[in-house]
């Protein structure tokens, strides 16, 4: 019942701000038009094919301006780089009810993929924090601002959360369903965009090594048969329609990136975080609780707590393999993508939200570890947030957010990742000798430990 009112809650709170726009006089903006239109030529024509979707102006019902086209013809084919997967997965809902309905579609996922992190979150700690946890980050700005965006990051994070769950009850229970169930939800990311591949990859492996360790060769091997199929397929099915085994291959930007504009892009990893205007730390302070998670997994590691306490293995399992999902794609988001920090195509946060819900669920578990005052602090925060910005201000759109929700004077503190300016520089270095002397704290006391430990069995052995 509590993963039921979960959803509703979250459904309610989404459907609130239906009547925000992306910009002002524009419901749909940046990708949105593009993805609706795609969807548009599969109900109405069948085909990729936008030519006549454009000639036509089918898009004029909910995009008042003129759209251009960030594709190029293809063996006479107007397509676009944003691929079939994501327009066939809309179609049926914009079939039934136009943009609209796949705004709703896109929240129902969202409050989905939140509702599957919780049970994420189950493995880690108990109820009410699993379910509190998850659900204060389902309503910070940037889930909600992600509910109504048309993005194919919506329904990578009900995949994503999907399988990692499979991926674990594997681990935990080594059934076929599991195995099998897994196996389908990662076949259907490539699909939906290049970006969620390396993610997917993680969880894959993970996927097939638990399934092989519980000695279900046969079930692993079905397993990799199938996803191996879908990428095959997938790159089939670009190659004839796009001209390469992605979908990128038909973007009219044909200018590679060299590896100096990767090493330029590695600010971003902390840019994604804590940047002024697009940071999830500055939007949701509440996330900070994962890096606490992440801490809290170590010393549970290092102190070798599941060999104490048996059910401290399945906790361990799931954060860890929360924290690379994010890490692999939190590397992709900020390195990869070739446009500014700041793009200004969706709200702060909407581009990593295919692992906003692994995001909830590591922070469910910081959450039951914090000292309750530091967690209510952040949980006020961020919740404060979102009120200020859909009840104190009125929101001209969802691009155009003037806020400085929820810190007020203090957002100057956070750092402007997109000029070279000193303060970006020192906080940066800041965090890195931060993070290097608590490791060195922790290596030293470790070393200590175990030196004592010695000591002790060999007094024992000598008396």
Same mark, same amino acid.
């Given at each position: 019942?509590?993963?039921?009112?979960?959803?509703?809650?979250?459904?309610?709170?989404?459907?609130?701000?239906?009547?925000?726009?992306? !910009?002002?006089?524009?419901?749909?903006?940046?990708?949105?038009?593009?993805?609706?239109?795609?969807?548009?030529?599969?109900?109405?024509?069948?085909?990729?094919?936008?030519?006549?979707?454009?000639?036509?102006?089918?898009?004029?019902?909910?995009?008042?301006?003129?759209?251009?086209?960030?594709?190029?013809?293809? !063996?006479?084919?107007?397509?676009?780089?944003?691929? $079939?997967?994501?327009?066939?997965?809309?179609?049926?809902?914009?079939?039934?009810?136009?943009?609209?309905?796949?705004?709703?579609?896109?929240?129902?996922?969202?409050?989905?993929?939140?509702?599957?992190?919780?049970?994420?979150?189950?493995?880690?700690?108990?109820?009410?924090?699993?379910?509190?946890?998850?659900?204060?980050?389902?309503?910070?700005?940037?889930?909600?601002?992600?509910?109504?965006?048309?993005?194919?990051?919506?329904?990578?994070?009900?995949?994503?959360?999907?399988?990692?769950?499979?991926?674990?009850?594997?681990?935990?229970?080594?059934?076929?369903?599991?195995? /099998?169930?897994?196996?389908?939800?990662?076949?259907?990311?490539?699909?939906?965009?290049?970006?969620?591949?390396?993610?997917?990859?993680?969880?894959?492996?993970?996927?097939?090594?638990?399934? *092989?360790?519980?000695?279900?060769?046969?079930?692993?091997?079905?397993?990799?048969?199938?996803?191996?199929?879908?990428?095959?397929?997938?790159?089939?099915?670009?190659?004839?329609?796009?001209?390469?085994?992605?979908?990128?291959?038909?973007?009219? /930007?044909?200018?590679?990136?060299?590896? $100096?504009?990767?090493?330029?892009?590695?600010?971003?990893?902390?840019?994604?975080?804590?940047?002024?205007?697009?940071?999830?730390?500055?939007?949701?302070?509440?996330?900070?609780?994962?890096?606490?998670?992440?801490?809290?997994?170590?010393?549970?590691?290092?102190?070798?707590?599941?060999?104490?306490?048996?059910?401290?293995?399945?906790?361990?399992?799931?954060?860890?393999?929360?924290?690379?999902?994010?890490?692999?794609?939190?590397?992709?988001?900020?390195?990869?993508?070739?446009?500014?920090?700041?793009?200004?195509?969706?709200?702060?946060? $909407?581009?990593?939200?295919?692992? *906003?819900?692994?995001?909830?669920?590591?922070?469910?578990?910081?959450?039951?570890?914090?000292?309750?005052?530091?967690?209510?602090?952040?949980?006020?925060?961020?919740?404060?947030?979102?009120?200020?910005?859909?009840?104190?201000?009125?929101?001209?759109?969802?691009?155009?957010?003037?806020?400085?929700?929820?810190?007020?004077?203090?957002?100057?503190?956070?750092?402007?990742?997109?000029?070279?300016?000193?303060?970006?520089?020192?906080?940066?270095?800041?965090?890195?000798?931060?993070?290097?002397?608590?490791?060195?704290?922790?290596?030293?006391?470790?070393?200590?430990?175990?030196?004592?430990?010695?000591?002790?069995?060999?007094?024992?052995?000598?008396?």
């Amino acid at each position: 019942m509590r993963f039921v009112g979960l959803w509703i809650l979250l459904v309610a709170v989404y459907a609130a701000t239906l009547g925000v726009p992306a !910009q002002p006089g524009l419901d749909y903006a940046g990708n949105e038009p593009h993805h609706l239109l795609a969807a548009e030529s599969l109900v109405s024509d069948r085909d990729v094919d936008l030519t006549d979707e454009y000639a036509s102006r089918s898009y004029a019902g909910w995009y008042p301006r003129e759209l251009k086209t960030d594709g190029r013809v293809v !063996q006479g084919r107007l397509v676009e780089p944003h691929g $079939v997967g994501f327009a066939v997965l809309i179609a049926p809902a914009y079939a039934i009810g136009g943009a609209r309905a796949v705004q709703w579609q896109m929240l129902a996922m969202l409050a989905l993929a939140f509702v599957l992190a919780a049970a994420l979150a189950r493995r880690m700690v108990p109820e009410p924090w699993a379910t509190l946890g998850v659900g204060l980050v389902g309503l910070s700005p940037p889930a909600v601002a992600a509910s109504t965006t048309i993005t194919p990051g919506v329904a990578a994070a009900v995949l994503l959360a999907g399988a990692t769950l499979c991926a674990l009850a594997v681990r935990e229970r080594p059934r076929r369903r599991y195995v /099998a169930v897994g196996a389908l939800l990662l076949a259907g990311l490539p699909w939906l965009g290049w970006s969620y591949l390396a993610a997917g990859a993680v969880v894959a492996w993970a996927l097939v090594v638990w399934t *092989l360790r519980e000695r279900r060769r046969f079930a692993a091997l079905v397993a990799g048969e199938a996803l191996a199929a879908s990428l095959v397929f997938y790159a089939t099915v670009n190659d004839r329609f796009y001209g390469g085994i992605t979908p990128r291959s038909a973007s009219t /930007a044909t200018k590679a990136d060299t590896p $100096v504009e990767y090493l330029e892009r590695i600010p971003r990893l902390v840019g994604v975080w804590l940047d002024r205007e697009i940071g999830l730390l500055r939007w949701a302070p509440l996330l900070a609780l994962a890096f606490f998670a992440a801490w809290l997994l170590y010393r549970s590691r290092r102190d070798q707590l599941a060999r104490v306490a048996p059910a401290r293995r399945e906790a361990e399992a799931t954060a860890g393999l929360l924290l690379v999902v994010i890490g692999v794609q939190l590397a992709v988001t900020a390195l990869l993508a070739s446009g500014a920090l700041r793009a200004g195509t969706s709200f702060p946060g $909407v581009s990593m939200v295919a692992v *906003l819900p692994a995001l909830a669920a590591l922070s469910a578990w910081g959450l039951r570890h914090v000292p309750r005052v530091v967690g209510g602090v952040l949980a006020l925060l961020t919740l404060g947030g979102t009120a200020w910005l859909l009840w104190l201000t009125d929101v001209p759109g969802w691009l155009d957010v003037d806020s400085d929700a929820p810190w007020g004077p203090l957002v100057v503190v956070f750092p402007d990742f997109t000029s070279l300016t000193w303060w970006p520089v020192v906080a940066c270095v800041l965090i890195a000798v931060g993070v290097a002397v608590l490791v060195w704290r922790e290596r030293r006391a470790a070393g200590r430990w175990r030196r004592e430990a010695a000591a002790s069995r060999t007094s024992k052995a000598l008396h």
